[in-house]
């Protein structure tokens, strides 16, 4: 008679193949004008199979949000080239109705743009070409969450120099957030 199979295999393939989120992603897109920025920001919501390390996958689900801000500063990056106070609006989801309300996901309520942090240079996609990006959610602490850099180096163009007003600039994780 054979081995009776244990319930491990069973319940690590479940995990596997779970579409409940482990893993969420911060992203966006943003244009500095004279005053402060707009642009989007978007969740991406990725399973328990994906892992930080594992590139490109499709997320379960994404949320979407407008992000308006007024250029302020802050003592938790005096050197930063930028600092907005933000205001978010909801887009658009294709979430469950869970994920859409989760205030969790509602913020945050600052970004700053300054020097790229040495804990992510080394996953920097334009060493030297771009910035760090930081967030706040209003404890006074920012988090280094990824790189910001103009939308002319992923076209293959030439970049503005600086953070330049008007010109569009990607904000690029380097970071996973675990559920």
Not at 8 to 17: E, H, K, S, T
Not at 93 to 112: E, I, K, T
Request: with cysteine.
């Amino acid at each position: 008679m054979p081995p009776k199979p244990s319930g491990l295999p069973v319940i690590a393939l479940l995990l596997a193949c779970s579409t409940e989120p482990a893993w969420v992603v911060q992203r966006g897109s943003i244009v500095p004008g004279a005053t402060g920025m707009e642009g989007t920001q978007t969740w991406e919501f990725y399973t328990t199979a994906w892992s930080p390390d594992a590139g490109d996958q499709e997320p379960l689900c994404a949320r979407t949000q407008s992000v308006v801000g007024t250029l302020t500063t802050t003592p938790a990056c005096p050197d930063c080239r930028a600092a907005y106070d933000l205001t978010l609006t909801e887009l658009d989801a294709d979430c469950a109705d869970d994920l859409v309300r989760d205030p969790s996901f509602s913020g945050p309520a600052l970004y700053a743009i300054g020097e790229v942090s040495d804990e992510i240079a080394p996953t920097e996609p334009f060493p030297g070409e771009g910035f760090g990006w930081s967030v706040g959610f209003g404890d006074g602490e920012l988090v280094d969450v990824g790189y910001a850099y103009a939308e002319a180096l992923d076209l293959g163009e030439v970049p503005p120099a600086g953070l330049a007003t008007g010109a569009t600039f990607t904000l690029s994780p380097a970071i996973a957030w675990e559920l």
